[in-house]
């Protein structure tokens, strides 16, 4: 029986941009979550509804108006590409703006809801024993949102490493560039490769259902705080 | 050295006013009375910075809180805040969380090892909040508060959420941290009985508007209490000293202004100082020495000093004695005319109960 070879690349570009993605949408994600969590204004549900639209648009709709945002003509596209030389669409950097926004409620939902959960009360009693809103963030706010940021980060990674529609309408399908490991196994299946798109495919399988076991499995240990 | 605390407030709510201006002492506890809808954690907030009056002006010493341009943030004004809920971060453990302000003060008059002594919670400071009981819990928000070295400590019905039991077991605390580390306090309640052991000065606060305030003994004289602590409650405060005890008898004998009232035997040392209340209605009163024997132990001398204003409507008149300091007796109408009492004139007292206010505990002396 011949082992087939496995194209590791795509792998490796996966796992970076779901690393990035996660990394940037953690620090974007907190203060929308946050404002989304205390906010009384009005603008409140135009802003949730931004951001679940991700969950409910097809991916190739996000992916065609991404690829004219960005493209070298696009509104933000264009002047990156006058000022740096280089296009943001079929680029690493294209990918992960797209991920971002594609894994966006991912994200912030459960970060919202676990703000909304803690209240301003752990805050206000914070700041009256002398903490900054800053340093009561990290002290206080952050170690009793835990649960929702190890959901937010498990989500948004293991999201970002299955999307498909939007890489292959942003990113192109550039090997070592922006060839994920969602279009590999694609490609794998065009030209009847099936051996490699399965061990691709289990692969990718086992990692997600493992990932989310251990979620799971961690969220029931840490204890739910109760003030 | 004691500064006094001045406060204007006016702060509007739909459908509710707070509108206040007085001046609090520094030193001893301040209790802020008030039912609800008072405005009296509005006050407190005010006070804590939490919340911004419309127009206020807030000084302690000669530091300027809020007027119409400053206003200092709640982490700037050293004040120790303690809530109903004991508040208890649940990821610390009890050293962790008394020691949660510590870290962020600059100043620290007042230490780990002494706070933790004197509100009894060595025991504890490897704990978790989930594993202490509500009242351990509430007196590891108090050391947590005290810790920060406060300039003020202030009280939101720290008790309102405890039982009668664990009431009773956290107010000698509260009472120690005013002897030893001579913090001043300001106590926010509506339930007057759990706190009348401790307060020096009281404020009475109703639908927003200041009602009273001054020392206790002063303000408990005032017959408009009534309206807003109810007519059972109304009742001078006096303060007594331990004269001896009466074994055979199971009774002590307390000295008032020179007048001797009996109360059933207290576990008190000679010489020491007992408050006690008097309500108005468990106060009579004859114009002469009662002729024959009468089971009424404790008769004291007064002179009428007012006489209350009459409710054609009611049957009873509140009528303000002197003994001394103010005694309030509440008698009929039809008493008040058999008796035609006048101001200046000299009546004697007969109290059947006593509220002696170190142990709530209440006793008919008959």
């Given at each position: 029986m011949n082992i087939p070879i496995i194209d590791l690349q795509p792998i490796?570009?996966?796992?970076?941009l779901a690393t990035v993605t996660v990394g940037i949408l953690l620090v974007l994600a907190t203060p929308v979550a946050w404002w989304l969590a205390h906010t009384q204004s009005r603008s409140r549900v135009v802003v949730e509804a931004l951001v679940a639209l991700p969950l409910v648009l097809p991916p190739t709709v996000l992916g065609f108006y991404l690829l004219i945002v960005l493209g070298p003509h696009g509104w933000i596209g264009g002047p990156v590409q006058a000022l740096t030389g280089s296009s943001l669409t079929f680029s690493f950097t294209g990918l992960v703006i797209a991920s971002i926004l594609y894994s966006l409620p991912f994200v912030v939902q459960p970060l919202h809801g676990a703000f909304e959960s803690i209240g301003k009360i752990p805050l206000e009693t914070a700041q009256s024993l002398g903490a900054?809103?800053?340093?009561?963030?990290?002290?206080?706010?952050?170690?009793?949102?835990?649960?929702?940021?190890?959901?937010a980060i498990v989500l948004g990674f293991a999201h970002t490493l299955g999307e498909f529609g939007v890489v292959l309408m942003v990113g192109g399908n550039i090997p070592g560039k922006t060839k994920v490991i969602s279009i590999e196994i694609y490609d794998r299946v065009e030209v009847l490769e099936y051996a490699q798109a399965h061990i691709l495919s289990a692969g990718l399988l086992v990692f997600s259902f493992v990932v989310l076991v251990l979620v799971y499995s961690v969220n029931r240990r840490l204890p739910v705080q109760v003030t | 050295m004691t500064h006094s605390i001045d406060v204007k407030l006016n702060m509007d709510y739909p459908g509710f006013n707070l509108d206040v201006e007085l001046s609090l002492p520094g030193k001893g506890v301040t209790v802020v009375f008030g039912p609800s809808g008072s405005g009296k954690t509005t006050f407190l907030r005010c006070l804590a910075g939490l919340e911004r009056a419309t127009s206020g002006y807030l000084k302690w010493a000669d530091q300027i809180w809020q007027d119409e341009e400053i206003f200092i943030p709640i982490h700037q004004r050293k004040v120790g805040l303690v809530f109903q809920e004991s508040r208890l971060f649940p990821h610390l453990s009890i050293q962790e969380n008394l020691l949660y302000g510590y870290h962020r003060t600059v100043e620290r008059n007042l230490h780990l090892d002494e706070v933790a002594q004197v509100l009894g919670l060595e025991a504890l400071l490897q704990r978790y909040p989930d594993k202490l009981s509500g009242g351990e819990r509430q007196r590891v928000a108090i050391g947590r508060a005290l810790l920060t070295s406060?300039?003020?400590?202030?009280?939101d019905e720290p008790l309102a959420s405890l039982d009668m039991q664990r009431k009773a077991e956290i107010i000698p605390f509260i009472k120690r941290i005013e002897d030893e580390f001579k913090t001043p306090i300001i106590y926010v309640t509506h339930s007057m009985n759990e706190v009348l052991q401790l307060v020096d000065t009281m404020v009475i606060l109703k639908a927003g508007r200041l009602v009273n305030s001054g020392p206790v003994g002063k303000v408990f004289s005032d017959v408009r209490l009534k309206e807003v602590m109810g007519p059972d409650q109304l009742g001078a405060v006096l303060e007594t000293s331990v004269?001896?005890?009466d074994a055979e008898f199971g009774l002590t004998q307390l000295d008032f202004m020179g007048?001797?009232?009996n109360v059933p035997q207290q576990n008190i040392t000679v010489g020491k100082e007992l408050r006690v209340h008097i309500h108005s209605k468990d106060v009579s009163l004859s114009t002469a020495p009662p002729a024959g024997a009468t089971s009424v132990l404790n008769i004291l001398q007064a002179k009428v000093k007012k006489i209350g204003t009459l409710d054609p409507k009611g049957y009873s008149v509140d009528i303000e004695l002197d003994a001394g300091h103010t005694l309030l007796a509440t008698i009929t109408r039809k008493s008040l005319s058999n008796l035609d009492l006048k101001p200046g004139q000299l009546v004697y007292a007969h109290i059947k109960a006593i509220k002696m206010v170190h142990s709530q505990h209440e006793a008919e002396l008959d």
């Open positions: 490796w570009i996966s796992l970076q900054t809103r800053l340093d009561a963030f990290f002290s206080v706010i952050l170690p009793l949102a835990r649960r929702g940021y190890l959901t | 406060p300039k003020l400590l202030l009280m004269v001896a005890h007048q001797t009232l």
